[in-house]
């Protein structure tokens, strides 16, 4: 998917103006954050769990390639075929050239955002390979040719209505011109027309929540049953997974399941939780005769052993997004890319550049809600300021934003001429403010009078200059 | 101070005292923040404790201050004293001083409380100031229904990224208006301008007060942003 996480002012001003947009995302903000509350409440060990997930995912990432390996022989022990891919372009040949091996027309998807992050519909279209969306929110944003805004809930932008108008579009050519206004007949019909897609697709592709090292599987969590689908029926089944998934057992996988959907959704356990692990056998009733997995590194690897390592943790549940009052305010696509929200905002500048991506980890308030919620602990706020550290470092901070810092440094360090200024600027300011205690405008600050109001002084002079009063007189009496 | 006073301390404020720092550390200058870093251990060093009127800055202390100073450990041990010694002021109250209530102070009226960001997450502010709220005579408090979500404020923030900020100082302007409160309390002075600011802007009536105001009993003064009375 093409970035466009340079323009995020931009994408900004668009998303506030976007009614359908703010309507959703007013929903979207007491959902799932309220969901997830009750069901941390209802599991006294939760935050012992969160801690087991990170420690998990630590060890994992000081072991990742001997994790990744173990999990490698156990797939082709299974007769399965393991494909590294050190860039999106590889994972992009790698899975075309599979699809064209068995004469592939039609692939059925189910979610991933490994996916979208190496652009993989845009390349099989190119070579006259469909790829079908399973997913229904998936589907609804590929009818309407847009990236997702979530990484759980990738259409979780549209309101109902919005979806509605996009069936009766795209539906009516296939006999259903009638527009719908239930949630249950929208969810039937898009079933009714994807099932027979499903039967007709020659390769099911998914992504993976975890790959388990010690069985070779790969495992996948969802509330539709599509995956089930997408990897059963097909005779070919691709599984496109980074390589920061594998974890090394089930038992493993247990602990992690459980914060996950709880973090996401606020549910005990999602609705299907599918392990592959491996091709059809000779006993199977079904299954792909055919069963590879595609591990894709993209960057990743550069990450480990570094200050940004803790953003590998991350499976992808949401939360922090849910949490996030400025992806709250804005939605995911202002993002510009893949990953929105807090995790976004540490994970593209890896992977698209932080030139790219420079506003992303600077455009939050350090609240720490994505932490708080994190279930992996990812310490979101920190990493985004590292990124600030390296922008400052490369000169890519704005130069305005550098100067003013400049000049409030060389104050700041300078504590009788910072006092001094202060207390002036206090008094120059009290002196047009008094009369209604505030501003509406101010030179040099803009940004804040646009909006509100810019508080007077309270009298009586600056902290300081009370203080030295106060003990002036004490001294006195 | 008052309230420091009443519970029987010695307050004093070094005169080389300024800024934490936290401008440049959000904006990525190390350098600098650790060169303000210095100078602050060193303004505070030899008093028991250092109390912040502010979560952010009390949060800089003792949560930041110490991971500056990673390759320097001389520095870093005086930095981790620091941080030790650091507290916000409704913390330090109850938390360290055991104060329960406090010392007849009266507001008439119902407050709502804004639970800051860096108090709240980063130092575990929720329950002391409203535990002295309560004992303040004649103040009732109404919760908002999302007391601690960011006001949207976030230092620099706010004005690197004015759209974003005034949205979300907008919806918590209406979460403080759906309470029916006529005055906004908090505990950070960066939430308290920022929240004062659109209050005042969309000409709500609603007075904004830091909540060490009313539990010193000063609540007759201005409040922020408030003309000068009389
Ligand atoms: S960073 Fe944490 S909260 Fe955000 S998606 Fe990843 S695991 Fe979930």
Same mark, same amino acid.
């Given at each position: 998917m093409e970035s466009t996480a340079h323009a995020f002012k931009t994408n900004v001003d668009h998303a506030l103006a976007d009614p359908n947009l703010q309507d959703s995302l007013a929903k979207l903000k007491v959902g799932f954050s309220e969901r997830r509350r009750q069901a941390a409440e209802r599991l006294p060990e939760f935050e012992a769990l969160r801690d087991? *997930?990170?420690?998990? /995912?630590?060890?994992?990432? &000081?072991?990742l390639d001997f994790y990744l390996e173990e999990f490698e022989r156990k797939v082709i022990g299974l007769g399965g075929h393991v494909h590294w891919a050190p860039t999106a372009a590889d994972a992009r040949r790698i899975i075309a050239e599979l699809c064209q091996s068995v004469g592939a027309r039609t692939v059925a998807k189910s979610k991933s955002m490994v996916a979208e992050e190496i652009a993989l519909n845009e390349h099989l279209e190119a070579l006259g390979i469909a790829p079908i969306e399973t997913d229904l929110g998936e589907y609804i944003i590929q009818l309407r040719n847009e990236p997702p805004s979530h990484i759980i809930a990738p259409a979780v932008h549209l309101t109902k209505d919005q979806v509605a108008d996009t069936f009766l579009e795209h539906h009516s050519k296939l006999g259903f011109d009638k527009r719908l206004t239930e949630r249950n007949d929208l969810v039937a019909e898009a079933r009714y027309v994807l099932?027979? /897609?499903?039967?007709? &697709?020659?390769?099911g592709l998914t992504g993976a929540n975890f790959l388990v090292a010690e069985t070779? +599987? +790969?495992?996948?969590? %969802?509330?539709?049953?599509? &995956?089930?689908?997408?990897? %059963?029926?097909?005779?070919?089944?691709?599984?496109? &997974? +980074?390589?920061? /998934?594998v974890i090394p057992t089930l038992e493993d996988a247990a602990v992690l399941l459980r914060v996950l959907a709880r973090s996401a959704t606020g549910q005990e356990s999602s609705a299907y939780t599918t392990l592959n692990t491996g091709p059809k056998r000779a006993e199977d009733l079904d299954g792909p005769s055919q069963y590879h997995v595609v591990l894709l590194d993209n960057g990743r690897s550069g990450v480990l052993g570094t200050e940004m390592q803790d953003i590998l943790r991350c499976i992808r549940c949401g939360a922090c997004m849910n949490h996030c009052p400025v992806y709250g305010a804005v939605g995911g696509h202002a993002y510009g890319w893949v990953y929105p929200g807090p995790m976004g905002a540490v994970l593209t500048p890896q992977l698209v550049g932080v030139e790219e991506a420079s506003n992303l980890p600077n455009a939050s308030t350090f609240c720490g809600r994505c932490e708080s919620v994190c279930p992996v602990r990812i310490p979101l706020p920190k990493l985004m300021r590292h990124w600030r550290e390296r922008e400052f470092e490369k000169h890519l901070t704005p130069r305005g934003v550098r100067q003013g810092l400049a000049l409030w440094s060389f104050l700041a360090r300078r504590p009788a001429l910072y006092r001094g200024l202060t207390s002036i600027a206090n008094r120059v300011l009290a002196l047009f403010g008094r009369a209604d205690g505030r501003y509406s405008a101010l030179p040099? *600050?803009?940004?804040? %009078?646009?909006?509100r109001d810019f508080p007077a002084p309270q009298p009586g002079g600056t902290f300081h200059a009370q203080w030295k009063g106060k003990e002036g007189k004490r001294k006195r009496a | 101070m008052k309230l420091l006073e009443q519970a029987g301390c010695t307050v004093e404020v070094p005169p080389v005292q300024v800024c934490c720092g936290q401008p440049a550390y959000n904006s990525g200058d190390r350098a600098t923040t650790r060169a303000i870093a210095s100078q602050v251990i060193d303004a505070f060093e030899g008093y028991d404790a250092v109390v912040a009127p502010s979560g952010s800055c009390g949060g800089m202390l003792s949560h930041h201050y110490p991971g500056l100073f990673d390759d320097d450990p001389a520095m870093k041990a005086r930095a981790e004293n620091l941080a030790g010694r650091s507290h916000e002021l409704m913390s330090f109250l109850v938390d360290v001083l055991g104060e329960k209530k406090v010392a007849a102070a009266r507001y008439d009226g119902v407050a709502t409380y804004h639970d800051s960001c860096s108090g709240l997450r980063e130092l575990g502010v929720k329950e002391q100031p409203r535990r002295l709220l309560d004992s303040v005579q004649g103040l009732s408090l109404h919760e908002m229904k999302t007391p601690e979500v960011c006001c949207g404020f976030g230092g620099t923030f706010c004005v690197k990224y004015p759209e974003i900020s005034n949205a979300m100082v907008s919806e918590k302007s209406a979460d403080i208006a759906a309470t029916g409160a006529d005055t906004l309390l908090a505990g950070d002075l960066g939430c308290l301008m920022n929240m004062a600011g659109k209050l005042q802007r969309e000409g709500s009536a609603v007075r904004v007060r830091h909540v060490a105001e009313v539990l010193a009993g000063m609540g007759d003064l201005p409040?922020? $942003? !408030?003309? !000068?009375? $009389?």
């Open positions: 087991r *997930a990170r420690d998990i /995912k630590n060890h994992t990432l &000081a072991n099932r027979q /897609k499903f039967l007709d &697709a020659d390769v070779g +599987s +790969s495992m996948l969590v %969802t509330n539709e049953g599509n &995956a089930d689908l997408s990897n %059963t029926l097909p005779k070919m089944h691709i599984v496109l &997974a +980074s390589i920061e /998934k040099l *600050a803009g940004g804040w %009078t646009r909006f | 409040a922020i $942003g !408030e003309p !000068e009375r $009389g």
